[in-house]
């Protein structure tokens, strides 16, 4: 924090009072000259300042024309600014000031950006922030929430000082980069979180609401509170975190680890274009605890456990793309339908209805050393693994092979025949 040494009036400026820009090719930092004065106000209706002159003025932004001026903030009085000594230059920003002019020289370079023609422009800042994102970096990002930080050039490194400038800036979505954990209880529901790829970022709930929030291409896991929609995001993280309390619309994505779903949940929960991230035989294992939710999946690949399926009337459609599904005995009431193309494990309690409208692969059809215990009603009448005179179903193919085996002798002489008609045809003069 800044402080006033009254009897010789020397305004002392900390290195860390100022903002961090960059390192390289030597260290930068800036002043934000509004912030700046506001602090000296502070101190000066403090007990100490009271009784001691005024150390500025201070001209706030005009309207002139349609053109916002910036402000003016001048120090007065005899007042002078020490800058904490050491090799870094001070970017002066956010107004006009004579703040060059009574700084105190010592190694550190003072850098001003007064101009006649100097605007301010809320709206102008404002469409720095690319795609109406806060950039928020964990690695590379910086603290504070004063303009640029948040902007893709400068990202800001915490969530707190990232829900700042999205307030201020009234924006409403986060470009994230690494793993961002929340530590203060500002909300996220409605929020829009994005990254470049699932393997860039990710983000660990922790039951805060997540009311119309999106999480775009992030790992996800913890604890989902609220309908939300996730669209091309990893839940759970491989062999770590699962992902519980989950509702709402997933798009295209992939489950590395078991899912719960919310057991409050009463609106329908799709899965859209989702596949497992689990290798082998291994099944991630979407538990429903009991809700009431009407629950789809669609085009789903891979392998796929259905666990907690038990309140009375609830339904669940699984269409397959590829894949195996097993209904575990942990479901006990409702409706289940399986489409597609699927290899079925039905260990359903006796109130589960289990409907399979799938197409039958190899496995389940092969019943080489053990016994087949599915419908054979499902195998296609059009398949045969033997030629034989009684299959006489009509329109297999079974069917209309053995016609063929049989007619070939008769349509051979019918050929031969007419054949010898016309090489034996006497010429017609």
Not at 86 to 96: D, E, R
Not at 135 to 151: A, E, I, M, N
Not at 251 to 263: A, E, K, P, R, V
Not at 297 to 326: C, E, N, P, W
Request: with cysteine; proline share 3%; glycine share 10%.
């Amino acid at each position: 924090m800044i402080s006033i040494d009254w009897a010789t009036q020397i305004i002392f400026v900390p290195k860390t009072y100022t903002q961090f820009v960059s390192a390289s090719p030597f260290e930068i930092r800036q002043l934000d000259i509004d912030l700046f004065r506001l602090d000296l106000k502070a101190i000066e209706a403090s007990i100490p300042g009271m009784p001691n002159l005024r150390t500025h003025t201070h001209n706030t932004t005009i309207n002139v024309g349609g053109v916002t001026l910036a402000r003016v903030v001048t120090i007065i009085n005899g007042y002078t600014i020490t800058f904490e000594n050491g090799s870094y230059a001070v970017n002066l920003v956010g107004a006009n000031s004579n703040i060059a002019d009574v700084t105190n020289l010592n190694q550190v370079q003072i850098r001003s950006a007064n101009s006649a023609g100097l605007t301010f422009s809320d709206q102008i800042n404002s469409q720095s922030f690319t795609n109406n994102l806060v950039y928020l970096h964990v690695d590379d990002g910086l603290s504070g929430s004063t303009f640029p930080r948040g902007t893709p050039t400068d990202p800001v490194n915490n969530w707190s000082d990232a829900y700042i400038i999205s307030q201020v800036r009234k924006l409403h979505g986060f470009d994230i980069q690494d793993d961002l954990i929340f530590n203060s209880n500002d909300p996220i529901e409605g929020q829009y979180f994005v990254a470049t790829t699932p393997i860039n970022a990710s983000m660990v709930l922790d039951g805060r609401s997540t009311n119309g929030t999106t999480f775009d291409r992030l790992t996800v896991s913890g604890l989902v509170n609220g309908r939300c929609s996730f669209k091309s995001c990893n839940l759970g993280t491989l062999g770590i975190e699962v992902i519980d309390g989950v509702q709402g619309l997933l798009s295209n994505c992939g489950f590395s680890q078991n899912i719960g779903l919310d057991s409050g949940a009463t609106e329908v929960i799709i899965f859209n274009d989702c596949i497992s991230v689990i290798a082998g035989n291994t099944k991630p294992i979407v538990n429903c605890n009991g809700t009431a939710a009407p629950i789809n999946f669609r085009s789903y690949t891979g392998g796929l456990q259905i666990d907690g399926f038990t309140h009375t009337g609830g339904t669940m459609s699984i269409d397959m793309l590829a894949g195996s599904v097993k209904i575990s005995s942990g479901c006990t009431e409702g409706q289940i339908i399986v489409r597609g193309v699927a290899y079925l494990i039905d260990e359903s309690g006796p109130n589960c209805e289990v409907i399979f409208k799938g197409l039958l692969d190899s496995e389940s059809i092969n019943c080489s050393g053990s016994t087949f215990s599915g419908n054979t009603n499902q195998i296609a009448e059009a398949v045969w693994n033997k030629l034989s005179v009684d299959h006489q179903n009509g329109g297999s193919f079974g069917k209309l092979l053995s016609d063929l085996l049989q007619k070939a002798d008769l349509a051979q002489h019918v050929l031969n025949v007419n054949t010898d008609l016309l090489n034996n045809k006497p010429n017609n003069p």
